[in-house]
Nanobody, 124 residues
Framework: QVHLVESGGGLVQAGGSLRLSCAAS????????MGWFRQAPGKEREFVAA????????YYADSVKGRFTISRDNAKNTVYLQMNSLKPEDTAVYIC?????????????????WGQGTQVTVSS
């Protein structure tokens, strides 16, 4: 079983920054792609960013491209999401997930394990 625990969320003003972390249990963290998703109240979960097992490949949703950066440290079993130039529309619960494959992946259904999420609120 894999457990994912997010941290780093909070309240920030528009234009500000936050860095989210996701710590994973288990010895196979470095074998799989990881992703960040978000879900706002009344909306479906949406893809934010993904990273391959060796950090060679990253993908971003168009809405966050150029503002968010996903990274990982396999020695620490942790994936990060650096969020800059935050906007009120970025307000959501941010959830990390582990893919079933080693590559960066934008497809929600191929993610096998999910964290509980961390709340990010951006005020205008």
């Amino acid at each position: 079983q894999v457990h994912l625990v997010e941290s780093g969320g909070g309240l920030v003003q528009a234009g500000g920054s936050l860095r989210l972390s996701c710590a994973a249990s288990g010895r196979t963290f470095g074998d799989y792609g990881m992703g960040w998703f978000r879900q706002a109240p009344g909306k479906e979960r949406e893809f934010v960013a993904a990273i391959s097992w060796n950090s060679d490949t990253t993908y971003y949703a168009d809405s966050v491209k150029g503002r968010f950066t996903i990274s990982r440290d396999n020695a620490k079993n942790t994936v990060y999401l650096q969020m800059n130039s935050l906007k009120p529309e970025d307000t959501a619960v941010y959830i990390c997930a582990r893919s079933q494959i080693m590559w960066a992946d934008t497809t929600t259904r191929r993610y096998e394990y999910w964290g509980q999420g961390t709340q990010v609120t951006v005020s205008s």
